[in-house]
Each structure stands twice: as C-alpha cells, then as structure tokens.
C-alpha cells in the first residue's frame, strides 16, 4: 500500500529558529511533492511543491527531495510564531494519485 | 483571498434534509475535486472532475452526489446524512489531473458542515 509518513509531533521549535519537518514516502513512483500549511479549523494552503531532486528555495522556505533516499523535507528559516500550524506533506505519481501524510504539528515559541 | 470560493461556510442540516454546497474558480483550472476532512485528518478524496466529466468516485455513498455545471463550478448535493458525515468538505482545483508535477491543488476556504 503507498504511503506517506510524516512524524505528527507537536514539533516545537524556538521563534527564530530553523523548522525542520519531514516526509517519507514508500511509492518510488511518487514523482511531484507537495507541502501545505493549515491552521486550525481552516483549509489547507499551498507552501510549495518540489519534483526535482535537490532543493527548491522561496522566502523563507525550502523544499527539499531524495528520490533515492524517498524522502522529502520543508525548512522554514527564521521562524515565527505565526507559522504555528500544522504541515500536509502529499505525493503525487503518474496515476494521479496524491497520497496524504498524517501531518505535523508545529508549534513555534516566542 | 483565495481563488477558490465555496458556500456556505457553515451548514447545519439535519438528516432528512436536502441541501447543497457550492464551489467556484476563476483560475482556468481543467480539474476540480471535492474532499472530506475529519478533525486532525488529512483531507480524504471523494470526487475528481477532469474537463467537466466525472473521473474519480472514491467508493463515496450515494446520500453524496457531485454535479459540475460547466468547467468554473462544482456542486455537491446532499441528501439523508449520517451524524459521521459531519466534517469540514473542502473543494478544490488544480491547472491539470492532481499529482502531477505541476499541477498543485488550489483549496477554497471550505464548508463546516454539522448533521444533527
């Protein structure tokens, strides 16, 4: 069965700080990943998406992927309490089919 | 402001009512998709439009049933509800088929729906 796992925390981390949050994926034909922001008791928001191998950088967030290693990442630097949420990692494969992670909590202190 | 429109935002219905919720886009996108949400779950897929015909039904009961008007709107149209489908339905759409590279989802704000 395709899975995405992602560790569901609470996550915390010091305002200022780097965020590291993780995905894992076990379909080594999952080819495009997504990564989504959502408070509570509101929609999912698209943060970015990444299907190259290697980084993918915007503001204050970086994407990263190993297709190798089936692994995908989300940094977000300098963090602020006001990206307390939780994260959504998805992948996507050529049947398109987007498997969900459970999500991450994180949680940013001032 | 997101792109993507839904209504209502909240809807309380009970279980031998009819109701309809409602989503609209404005982005040009060729697939839209209805999805469910349970509380500290992600979003589990019900429904995919691709060029305004049904693609995907994912086993969903029959009390839901998706209509597409035209290539902007999608309905989803409500009839004899179960307490457990309480949940928060979420529409969203994407430029091509979801899980493609650069096709990501484009969510509305979504519907809290409550059946008593």
């Known amino acids: 069965q395709k899975e995405v796992e992602q560790n569901s925390g609470p996550l915390s981390v010091p305002e200022g700080a780097i965020a590291s949050l993780n995905c894992t994926y076990s379909?080594?034909?999952?080819?495009?990943f997504f990564w989504y922001r959502q408070y509570s008791g509101k929609s999912p928001e698209l943060i970015m998406f990444?299907?190259s191998n290697g980084d993918k950088e915007d503001g204050r967030f970086t994407a990263q992927l190993n297709k190798a290693s089936q692994y995908v990442s989300l940094l977000i630097r300098d963090s602020q309490p006001s990206d307390s949420a939780t994260y959504l990692c998805?992948?996507?494969?050529?049947?398109?089919?987007?498997?969900w992670g459970a999500g991450t909590k994180l949680i940013i202190k001032p | 402001d997101t792109e993507v429109t839904q209504t209502p935002k909240h809807l309380v219905m009970g279980m031998t009512n009819k109701k309809s919720l409602k989503c609209e886009q404005h982005m040009g996108h060729r697939a839209m998709y209805w999805y469910k949400q349970k509380a500290k779950k992600p979003p589990e897929l019900m429904f995919v439009y691709s060029y305004e015909k049904l693609s995907i039904n994912e086993s969903v009961p029959s009390r839901f049933s998706p209509e597409c008007p035209n290539s902007s709107l999608l309905n989803l149209h409500l009839h004899a509800l179960q307490p457990e489908d309480s949940a928060l339905y979420l529409c969203?759409?994407?430029?091509?088929?979801?899980?493609?590279?650069?096709?990501?989802?484009?969510f509305g704000n979504g519907t809290r729906l409550t059946v008593t």
């Open positions: 379909d080594r034909g999952s080819q495009s």
């Open positions: 998805a992948g996507g494969d050529s049947n398109y089919q987007l498997i």
């Open positions: 990444i299907y």
């Open positions: 969203a759409s994407s430029q091509d088929r979801q899980g493609m590279g650069n096709s990501p989802l484009h």
